[in-house]
């Protein structure tokens, strides 16, 4: 079994930055994709970032690239978020993600693991 604890979010206003942390614990190894997708209110839940745990695919979801970073700290076990430039519309309950296998994957359901999620609120 895999844990992730996610921590970071908060509220901050629109232009601000956060930076959300994925710690992950348990059976890991280090073919593994990590993810972050994010569920507004009534919506379903999208994809936002992705990497495999060697750091050589990164993938990020339209809306927010060239403003979040995903990155990794293979000895702290971490995975971060950086978010830059946040918008109100980046509101949203922020999870962390895992797979097995070294393929990027954008979908929800290619994910083994799941974190309790964080929330983050940007104010206009």
């Known amino acids: 079994q895999v844990q992730l604890v996610e921590s970071g979010g908060g509220l901050v206003q629109a232009g601000g930055s956060l930076r959300l942390s994925c710690t992950t614990s348990?059976?890991?190894?280090?073919?593994?994709?990590m993810g972050w997708f994010r569920q507004a209110p009534g919506k379903e839940r999208e994809f936002v970032a992705a990497?495999?745990?060697?750091?050589?695919?990164?993938y990020y979801a339209d809306s927010v690239k060239g403003r979040f970073t995903i990155s990794g700290d293979n000895a702290k076990n971490t995975v971060y978020l950086q978010m830059n430039s946040l918008k109100p519309e980046d509101t949203a309950i922020y999870y962390c993600?895992?797979?097995?296998?070294?393929?990027?994957?954008?979908?929800?359901?290619?994910?083994?693991?799941w974190g309790q999620g964080t929330q983050v609120t940007v104010s206009s």
């Open positions: 993600a895992a797979r097995s296998g070294l393929i990027v994957e954008l979908s929800p359901n290619r994910y083994n693991y």
């Open positions: 348990g059976r890991t190894s280090s073919s593994v994709t």
């Open positions: 990497s495999n745990y060697r750091g050589s695919s990164n």
